[in-house]
């Protein structure tokens, strides 16, 4: 199965709202990163976390190891927001390895 | 942020051709990393490499697959020969010891 599950898969949100965005892991997972896809492909990184929290702007991302799962959150979401939001992570069994979940596509709506 | 570049963007082979994808990773980075992403379906894993050998590589890196870097130019990764199958957008990705991953804008391969 799926090493890394995201959820949702999809979401629509209205400018200037809130969301979360979700991943748990069934691997024993050391890192993680969040990447955000645009409509043209290119990756850019948002975050890298060991276990714990880290915010940028208004982004902020939580990782908790033991309970084996990340989160996403957007605050005020604005247009250019939009694109494909991927989580993935380094298990312990095979660092220098992201599994990568199969992303939530974010659609920011005025 | 540091920018891994890849060339060409864009890549149309007939079946059973060689393809070599280039990558240029950040200056100092040690660890390299090839990805495939097939349209609207995740990242896999292909392959990672450091000090000039395959560390680990997938399920998905078939015989057919080869990656080298030689003399610290670009990291290949060459696919020879080419199947339907193969045709997806390749990442390429650099980091140094246990860091973030960067990734380069992807090539798109087509084989018709």
């Known amino acids: 199965g799926d090493k890394v599950k995201q959820s949702p898969s999809a979401l629509s949100l209205q400018e200037g709202t809130n969301s979360a965005l979700r991943c748990n892991f069934s691997?024993?997972?050391?890192?993680v990163q969040w990447f955000l896809q645009n409509p043209r492909g290119s990756l850019m990184n948002l975050f890298y976390?060991?276990?714990g929290t880290k915010e940028n702007g208004r982004l902020k991302s939580a990782f908790d190891s033991k309970e084996s799962y990340s989160t996403l959150h957007i605050r005020d979401a604005q247009l250019e927001d939009s694109g494909t939001y991927f989580c993935?992570?380094?298990?312990?069994?095979?660092?220098?390895?992201?599994?990568f979940g199969s992303g939530t596509k974010l659609t920011v709506e005025p | 942020g540091p920018k891994v570049l890849q060339i060409p963007s864009h890549q149309i082979i007939d079946m059973g051709q060689m393809v070599t994808l280039n990558c240029d990773p950040v200056?100092?980075?040690?660890?390299f990393y090839w990805y495939k992403q097939i349209l609207g379906q995740q990242m896999e894993f292909l392959v990672n490499?450091?000090?000039?050998?395959?560390?680990?590589k997938s399920k998905l890196f078939k015989d057919q697959f080869s990656v080298e870097r030689p003399d610290g130019s670009y990291f290949t990764l060459k696919i020879q020969p080419t199947a339907l199958e193969d045709s997806a957008v390749y990442f390429c990705?650099?980091?140094?010891?246990?860091?973030?991953?960067?990734f380069g804008p992807g090539t798109r391969l087509l084989v018709l």
């Open positions: 990705a650099s980091s140094s010891v246990q860091d973030t991953q960067y």
């Open positions: 691997i024993a997972a050391t890192t």
């Open positions: 976390l060991v276990p």
């Open positions: 993935a992570a380094e298990a312990i069994s095979n660092y220098n390895v992201l599994y």
């Open positions: 200056s100092n980075h040690l660890y």
């Open positions: 490499f450091y000090n000039g050998k395959v560390m680990e």
